[in-house]
C-alpha cells in the first residue's frame, strides 16, 4: 500500500485496536488517536454510546479474533467468560416458537464490549512500537495537490503525519465531512432504516434458571417488541429491552417492567421482579444500516483505508458489525503482505460486508413491505418458511445457525433438501426430532 514507517489509525474502538495490531508487525510506529480520554477501564465510554448495550461475537469473528490474539479465549475465561455451544447455551423465541436445544459445533462466548475493548486494548498496547494518544479529536486529513493522497491528519494546531491513515471513526459522520474538506468526493452510500431502540440494564448477577442469552426477538413485521438476557463476565449479566418504530422501552422502573410483561414470554419479567438493583441504565436508538460503498468510489485517495461502522454499520440485533470488522482488519493484514493498495483492499471489504448486508437489510425492508423490493419480499417470504419450521426440526436449526454465525455459506439455505423442509406444510413436520 505505502512505504511502512509509521500507520496512523484513527479511533481506538474495536475496529482501530485490531487494525493496530495487525500493522504493528508490519510498521515500524503505530499511532492511535482518539478524541476520548481512554485508560484502562473496563466501563463504556463516551465516544461508543451503543458499548452500553449487549454484543456479540458470531463463531466466524471469535475464531478469527482467536487467530489474530491467540490465547484470548483462554484468558477470559479467569473472569467467568464460559467457551459455550451456541444451540445450548443460547435460546430464543421466534414467532414459531422456541429454538431447539441441539449441540451445534458452534463456539461461543458472551461479554460486554468495553471489557472485550480492555482485553483487546492491553494486548494491543504490549506492542513496543505502538503508541495510544487519548484525547486527541482529529479535525481533518492531510493530502498532496488535490487530495489524491493521504499523508496524514490534521489534530487543532498539531500535523501528524504518516505513510498510511486508517479511520476507524465509528458511526460518526467525521470521514465525510473530512473528505468534504479535502476536495474528495464521497463515495456513494446505500441506507437501509431500521429504527430499533434499545434500553439496556446491567445487574450485578447472573439471571438463575436460564441460558447464557436468553431472549425473545423482534421479527418483521409481526413481532416489534422482544428482550434478552445475557450473562456477561464476573458475573453479571445485561438485560436489554429492544423494539421497533414507536414500540420503544422506556427507562423508568414501571414502564421497564410493563414493557417486559408486554412480551410473549414471561421470564424477563420475572427475572426482574426479584433482581438486585441494576448499575447502569442506558438508551440507544439505532436508524439503520449504512454502507459506505468505498469500493464504488470513482476516484479515492491513496494511503487512506476505512473498516469498522465507518464503512459499514448493521442494525446491532443481527450481532454482525464486530465479526465484520474483525474480517476487516484480517484483510487489512493480507492486502498489506500482497502489496495491494487501499481500493484492492476495500473490494476485499465489499465481499466481506456484501452477505451480512444481505441478510441483515432483507430483514429490516420487511417492517414496510410495500416500499420492499420484489427480490427483498421474496427473501423475507422465505426466511419465514424457515422459521416456522425452526423450533420443530434441530437438525435445520443447525444448518441455519451455521450461516447465521458465517461458518456457511447462504447457499446451505437454499439446498434441496431444505428448501423442500422449508415449503412443506408445517403439520407434516409434527413430532420430528
Known sequence: MTARDRALVVGAGYAGLLAAHVLATRYREV????????????????????????????????????????????????????????GTGTRFRLPSGWTPQTLTGIQVQSMTRPYLEQQIRRRVLAHPNVILRSGVPVDGLLTTGRGWRVTGVSAGAEIVTADLVVAATGRSNALTTWLDQAGCQPPPERTVPADVTYTTRTYPTAAPGLNACHAVLLYAPGQPRGGGVMAVEKGRSTLALFGHGANRPPLDDQGFLAFARSLP?????????TAPPHTHEHRFIDRGNHWRRLHRARAWPDALAVLGDA????????????????????????SLDRGENVRAYHRRCARIIRVPWLMSTSSDLAWSP??????ARAAHWYSGRLVDRLPTDPGLYRVFAGVQHMRRSPAALASPAVVLKALRRPKEQEGQS
Open 31 to 86: 499511532v492511535l488517536l482518539d478524541r476520548d480520554d481512554i485508560t484502562d477501564s473496563d466501563l463504556p465510554r463516551k465516544g461508543v454510546p451503543q458499548g452500553h448495550h449487549p454484543h456479540y461475537l458470531l463463531e466466524r469473528g471469535a475464531r478469527t479474533l482467536e487467530t489474530l490474539l491467540p490465547g484470548l479465549q483462554r484468558d477470559v475465561s479467569a473472569d467467568g467468560v464460559v467457551l459455550r455451544d451456541f
Open 311 to 334: 464503512h459499514c454499520r448493521f442494525n446491532p440485533i443481527y450481532a454482525q458489525g464486530l465479526t465484520v470488522a474483525t474480517l476487516q482488519a484480517q484483510a487489512l493484514g493480507h
Open 370 to 375: 410495500r416500499q420492499a423490493p420484489r427480490a
Open 265 to 273: 414470554e414471561p421470564f424477563l419479567a420475572e427475572f426482574l421482579a
